[in-house]
């Protein structure tokens, strides 16, 4: 079975310019995961959905982010616009139910942000 | 609200063992483990739910005490693949989940 899939990979891009990171979860999987890790802050929570609709969006920074869930299989962070300070790896995860079991996470988009 | 670990880093030669502790200011409900190796995701080990039960496979085990808000991870017999870096993730009885600050583990020969 295919696990979360993440594109791009790597992105780089100048300060002020708009991102998009994509993000398809596990089949059957209701919940979905955007963290950012960094050095400095570790494994951030930035948005949580169930069955689409956002649970917790306590965790993005400001309104330069926000994130979609348009159906079960697609989920986007926008970041726009883009600062250097967003330089980050940015996970994926999608879990069957929430945090009760195992967070299955994709392999990351590193953004740089110059 | 994060959860502190203990100790942030830790170098062990193969065969000895390690213990990583977890430490929460909340009351648990449950507890993950998850492994990340260098430039990869997170690997998930295992959860522990609240009621203290001691859970592992392999030569890898974890505790959790609900009254002291702390879990343990046990790691016996290490060996070269037990190398990267181990968070916990805390669940708290307000539905919030942290990871933690992370521990980095190197298993040398």
């Known amino acids: 079975d295919a696990g979360v899939i993440q594109s791009p990979r790597h992105e780089v891009t100048e300060m002020g310019q708009e991102v998009t990171l994509r993000c398809k979860p596990i089949?059957?999987?209701?919940?979905l995961f955007w963290y950012r890790q960094t050095m400095m802050r570790g494994l951030e929570l930035l948005i949580y959905f169930n069955n689409n609709v956002p649970i917790d969006d306590s965790g993005m920074p400001e309104d330069r982010f926000s994130a979609k869930m348009p159906n079960a299989s697609f989920s986007t962070l926008k970041i726009q616009p883009s600062e250097p300070r967003d330089s980050a790896v940015y996970f994926c995860?999608?879990?069957?139910?929430?945090?009760?079991?195992?967070?299955?996470f994709g392999e990351g988009s590193r953004l740089t942000v110059l | 609200q994060q959860p502190v670990q203990s100790p942030q880093a830790v170098i062990l030669r193969e065969g000895e063992d390690a213990v990583i502790n977890c430490s929460s200011s909340?009351?648990?409900?449950?507890v993950h483990w998850y492994r990340q190796k260098h430039g990869e995701a997170p690997v998930f080990l295992m959860i522990l739910l609240k009621g203290g039960e001691q859970k592992g496979h392999d030569k890898i085990s974890a505790s959790f005490n609900e009254k002291k808000q702390q879990s343990s991870l046990y790691l016996t017999a290490s060996q070269l693949s037990y190398s990267g870096t181990y968070f916990c993730g805390t669940e708290n009885t307000g539905n919030q989940f942290y990871f933690g600050t992370g521990t980095s583990l190197t298993v040398i020969p």
């Open positions: 995860a999608s879990s069957l139910e929430g945090y009760y079991g195992e967070l299955f």
């Open positions: 909340k009351a648990l409900y449950s």
């Open positions: 089949s059957g999987h209701n919940s």
